[in-house]
Nanobody, 123 residues
Framework: QVQLVESGGGLVQAGGSLRLSCAAS????????MGWFRQAPGKEREFIAR????????TYADSVKGRFTISRDNAKNSVYLQMNSLKPEDTAVYYC????????????????WGQGTQVTVSS
């Protein structure tokens, strides 16, 4: 069992930055592949970024490539999402998720989800 808690969301002006954190419980965090997703009102949950258990493999959605950076610290049971050059279209609830078996962009392949943190980007 893994519990995930996101933090770091808030209101920021376009062009600004935020750093999201996701703290995980459990002693097996380092074995999980981690992902960040977001969901805007009236839209489906969207893949943002994923990172392998060791951190050696990373993939981004085209919509955030070059602006967002995913990282993890297995010693701290945490995964992070650094978001730069934010745009109003980045406004959404952001979720971290853990997958025991898949390095994937599909939400259905993730086993555990956090409660989400709101990011609002004003124009």
């Amino acid at each position: 069992q893994v519990q995930l808690v996101e933090s770091g969301g808030g209101l920021v002006q376009a062009g600004g930055s935020l750093r999201l954190s996701c703290a995980a419980s459990g002693r097996t965090f380092s074995s999980y592949r981690m992902g960040w997703f977001r969901q805007a009102p009236g839209k489906e949950r969207e893949f943002i970024a994923r990172i392998s258990s060791s951190g050696g493999s990373i993939t981004y959605a085209d919509s955030v490539k070059g602006r967002f950076t995913i990282s993890r610290d297995n010693a701290k049971n945490s995964v992070y999402l650094q978001m730069n050059s934010l745009k109003p279209e980045d406004t959404a609830v952001y979720y971290c998720a853990a997958s025991a078996n898949f390095f994937t962009s599909r939400p259905g392949d993730y086993d555990y989800w956090g409660q989400g943190t709101q990011v609002t980007v004003s124009s």
